[in-house]
């Protein structure tokens, strides 16, 4: 791997010093992770234009507007036009980008696809892409007069249509004109952002794919393992003892005491069986929910199960921990050996994690008194130990009678029944406990398929990567119109905004193959330049419910800006069996005059493991193009630079690139 390459802007004035504080960091971090399978992102050479046109499209929607620009961009110039991708293909170019984005090239490729659809039918996505060039025409000749048409346009439109123009102009079309065309949508942000029973389906989408469980047998628990050896020796001594017995006279007293051997034999083994077993059978049970020794490095089926038991303690329940250990053994266990040669073991554990939390929430009720019968322990067989005893009595009562008649073989016959019976019983005792513990298996087994088919139900309207990213651009929309409003910001002051969004700590990360990462919460923040100053507003965004809170503020002039700093690492990392290809990490730093850190904006963590390169690269690049950072690294680094000349500065580009444009 080559050496880090480091470039760093310029910064102006002063230095923070060492001691500066973090205001905040938006970057990547690693976390857990769920993987879907959906096919939405992935396109080849060999795909039709309508898969490839789908692709775009999800891409766009999805918050990756630079890969739906390409697609689109090979469709309508590669002859297969039509209004719709004519449409969708200029949305893709405006799409994240600000005024200094707009080059001349694609000026020029506007323009042409613009005179391509004047000569298509007219429909719906035709007299969407005429609002889209007149919005952009407005904007560049600061002709706020003549809005009245194209606002009218825009009202005309459908809801899907609004919504579109709106999130993918939101660099463009600011102050007034926003305004206006907020007045004529026909879907309010503040309630279409919980739309589609969101608060219901959004947290699915952090749910992997639930494994199916597997029939779990405890093996038996035996005092003494091998029996073979008194049970061939006293069986065989019982055997020739009792055969000796029919040597002599055979009157009643014989008969009688015969007798009450074999019945009291008979008693003893059948109820020495069915009482043994079901000592077997706890004992068993127990042994699987004894604590074994703490592993030297926990496996992630033992963190996951305690995190599972954690989430799910009862409220006030300081004997929580202790109360659940054992179940928490079993699990461990059970799932441990099951998993050992897992060759997708990562991901295999995370698809039992339904099963850990149905057993913990069990658990937690039976600890509640909810379920008394949950992992209650069967009670022992009626009667049966007192049978055994009686049983034991009557053999003894008839040895003593075959005493009687002179038998000297009752001793060694009951020298070898007191070595065989035992035996005999635990054997069977053994196979006993067995079925009872496959019993109690089928019955375990028949619950979780219950609930297995129960959570599949549930999850069978989770959202897809579209719907996360839809909600994730109406509650930025929200986020931003609601800092203006505490902001007490007129329109005409707004010169500029920016948006970004990471990954709130301890949040679970939803991924589909090829697509950016969806977090359960994030971070918001959203940074108002206006013609006084800079105004910025952090909120926490519980993503799963749409709660918004715990918001966070600073407000200060463009002069107490301090220094900039932009700093880019580049290193070549290469896969088995792959091309080497380069990687790069871009920090952003923002400081002020009291040394204060306002912005800290990384793209990828430091300290990436190197072997993540593959995958774990593209995710990273998908993040940083999904986190807004692409459009708010060039305005801060000019804000930071130029100060209150910032706006002069940013008002001569834009002149400029009205001129350009109409070239």
Not at 136 to 158: K, N, P, Q
Not at 394 to 400: D, E, H, I, P
Not at 505 to 531: C, K
Not at 550 to 576: C, H, M, T
Request: hydrophobic share 40%; net charge negative; proline share 3%.
């Amino acid at each position: 791997m080559s050496g880090d390459t480091v470039v760093e802007s310029i910064e102006n004035e002063n230095i923070a010093s060492g001691n500066a504080q973090v205001g905040q960091q938006i970057g990547v971090q690693n976390v857990e992770s769920v993987f879907h399978d959906a096919t939405i992102y992935t396109v080849s050479d060999e795909d039709t234009a309508e898969r490839r046109h789908d692709v775009a499209l999800a891409y766009l929607i999805g918050g990756l507007p630079r890969r739906a620009e390409k697609l689109f961009g090979e469709l309508v110039f590669n002859g297969h036009q039509s209004t719709e991708r004519i449409y969708y293909y200029v949305l893709s170019v405006f799409s994240e980008r600000g005024f200094g984005d707009l080059t001349v090239d694609l000026a020029r490729r506007i323009r042409d696809v613009g005179k391509l659809c004047a000569s298509l039918s007219d429909d719906e996505w035709s007299r969407s892409h005429r609002v889209v060039q007149s919005l952009v025409d407005l904007v560049r000749t600061d002709a706020g007069g003549g809005s009245f048409t194209t606002v009218a346009a825009f009202g005309e439109l459908s809801a899907e249509r609004q919504d579109e123009i709106s999130r993918h102009l939101s660099l463009l079309v600011t102050g007034v004109l926003e305004r206006q065309l907020d007045a004529e949508r026909k879907h309010k942000v503040s309630i279409e952002r919980l739309s589609r029973n969101r608060q219901e389906r959004a947290r699915k989408f952090f749910e992997p794919e639930p494994a199916k469980p597997a029939r779990y047998r405890v093996r038996t628990s035996t005092a003494d393992s091998d029996r073979s050896r008194p049970l061939f020796i006293g069986g065989t001594v019982t055997v020739l003892s009792f055969a000796g017995l029919f040597f002599g006279p055979m009157n009643l007293l014989f008969w009688g005491g015969l007798l009450l051997l074999i019945a009291g034999s008979v008693v003893m083994i059948r109820y020495g069986v069915e009482y043994t077993g079901h000592v077997l059978h706890l004992a068993s049970r127990r042994d699987a929910a004894l604590p074994a020794d703490e592993p030297s490095e926990p496996s992630q089926v033992d963190k996951l199960i305690e995190r599972c038991f954690r989430d799910a303690s009862p409220p006030d329940a300081e004997d929580w921990s202790w109360y659940a250990a054992g179940h928490r053994w079993y699990l461990r266990r059970r799932f441990n050996d099951w998993l050992r040669y897992d060759q997708n073991y990562s991901q295999s554990v995370k698809r039992l994690k339904w099963l850990f939390d149905w057993h913990a929430r069990r658990v937690a009720m039976q600890w509640q008194g909810l379920d008394t019968r949950l992992h209650a322990e069967p009670a022992a067989p009626s009667g049966a130990r007192n049978r055994q005893m009686a049983g034991v009595l009557v053999t003894v009562a008839g040895l003593g009678l075959l005493g009687l008649t002179l038998r000297w073989q009752v001793v060694p016959l009951a020298m070898g029944g007191w070595s065989a019976f035992p035996a005999v019983i635990e054997l069977f005792a053994a196979r006993k406990a067995t079925r009872l513990l496959s019993a109690d298996a089928d019955a375990l087994f028949e619950q979780e398929m219950a609930e297995y088919g129960r959570w599949r139900d549930e999850l069978s309207d989770r959202p897809d990567d579209i719907d996360m990213a839809r909600w994730l651009a109406l509650d930025k929309a929200y986020i931003k119109a609601e800092a203006l409003r505490k902001g007490d910001i007129a329109e005409q002051d707004l010169v500029s905004h920016v948006v970004l969004n990471q990954q709130a700590p301890g949040a679970r990360r939803g991924v589909v193959s090829h697509g950016p990462p969806r977090y359960e919460a994030y971070l918001v923040t959203v940074i108002l330049l206006t013609r006084h100053g800079i105004r910025e507003s952090r909120v926490y965004l519980n993503f799963t419910t749409g709660e918004v809170k715990n918001e966070v503020w600073n407000v200060f002039g463009y002069d107490r800006i301090a220094s900039a700093s932009l700093r880019v690492k580049e290193k070549q990392v290469k896969n088995p069996g792959e091309l080497e290809r380069k990687v790069c990490n871009r920090q952003f730093r923002l400081r002020l005059l009291d040394g204060v850190e306002i912005f800290t904006i990384s793209d990828r963590p430091d300290g990436e493991n190197d072997a993540e390169v593959d995958d774990e690269a593209e995710l990273k690049e998908l993040a940083a193009a999904t986190s807004g950072m692409d459009a708010a690294l060039p305005i801060l680094e000019a804000v930071a630079h130029k100060g209150r000349d910032w706006i002069e500065f940013e008002n001569d580009r834009r002149t400029m690139w009205s001129h350009s444009w109409s070239d």
